[in-house]
């Protein structure tokens, strides 16, 4: 798997690839559908297959100011793209000059002249370039003078009939509905980060934390969660973990605490990433440091039961 960058041409052995284009964030249900059917089309002509991302989400450059939303990092995506049997992951990063494209201008200078790709999937609802005036019947007929056949693949839907989206996956995540975002996902959210020093309060108490910043993730529901923590060397680990920012404690600082049970080495400075398997409870304030423990005692015994019925999702 390689990681692409669309600010230089693509390598000669990826042109006349077939890409899948879209934001991709969460590489959900729909996702996939949009990328396998790039993936099949590859395969059946001897075709190279690239998913094409964007980075920054167009969301930051357009609104600043708006809250955390992403649900993967770079990293997350290119690891999913992979197992889903991608050849390469395309970077596009945005910015001003990308925005300011029109339909014609990014099909014809990105897509064919840059990428040089032969074919392109989207979902049915892709919009693209300045002002969103690009669309797939736009992009299908730009493509087609300029020799480069599209594909758009309809939203996916569930049993409740409703269309598959990263909107519904978000909102399921702040309601602390970890069970409809894995549905939807296939797997568990996770937050990916390094394991950083803190102060070690967890540890006083006989809950130490492997505490990551929650970056530019969506925030989830604050509270407790049963977790599983990857680790780089494939071992996985059962936990719970305080998301948000420890009420009990002075000064607030907003954190994913993982506390890994039966487990001792150093995580310090390790990349981990920790699943979201169950939201248990809200944080809470407690009165003193042994009605805190008392009720951690109660959360990890919550959390192992929990875990122990739910098979492991990569």
């Known amino acids: 798997m390689q990681r692409l960058d669309s600010s230089a041409p693509v390598p000669a052995e990826f042109r006349g690839a077939i890409v899948a284009l879209g934001n991709f964030d969460g590489f959900h249900l ?34 600043p100011d708006a809250p955390p939303f992403r649900l993967t990092t770079l990293d997350q995506r290119e690891r999913l793209f992979a197992a889903a049997g991608a050849d390469a992951m395309l970077v596009f990063n945005f910015d001003a000059a990308l925005a300011a494209l029109g339909p014609h201008e990014f099909v014809a200078g990105m897509l064919r002249d840059r990428i040089g790709l032969a074919g392109v999937v989207t979902g049915d609802d892709f919009t693209f370039a300045k002002g969103k005036t690009g669309n797939v019947a736009g992009l299908a007929e730009i493509g087609a003078s300029l020799g480069i056949v599209a594909q758009a693949v309809g939203a996916v839907r569930r049993d409740d009939g409703l269309p598959v989206s990263s909107s519904r996956i978000r909102e399921a995540l702040k309601a602390g509905d970890c069970a409809t975002a894995t549905r939807l996902l296939t797997r568990p959210f996770a937050i990916q980060g390094v394991v950083q020093h803190g102060d070690k309060l967890g540890r006083t108490i006989g809950y130490p934390t492997a505490n990551v ?14 977790v599983r923590g990857l680790l780089p060397d494939g071992r996985v680990l059962d936990g719970a973990a305080n998301l948000g920012i420890r009420p009990t404690f002075d000064p607030p600082k907003e954190l994913l605490e993982p506390h890994f049970f039966d487990f001792g080495d150093n995580l310090y400075d390790q990349p981990i990433e920790v699943q979201l398997i169950e939201y248990l409870r809200a944080e809470a304030r407690f009165d003193s440091l042994d009605a805190l423990m008392a009720q951690i005692d109660r959360d990890c015994a919550h959390a192992r039961q929990i875990l122990a019925a739910t098979p492991h999702v990569a």
């Not at 910043?213 to 049963?226: K, M, S, W």
């Open 213 to 226: 910043d929650i970056g530019n993730y969506l925030r989830p529901a604050y509270g407790i969660y049963a």
């Open 30 to 63: 729909g996702h996939q559908a949009v990328v396998g059917r790039a993936i099949q089309w590859a395969r059946s002509e001897g075709r190279r297959a690239i998913v094409a991302t964007f980075d920054p989400h167009p969301m930051r450059l357009f609104h």
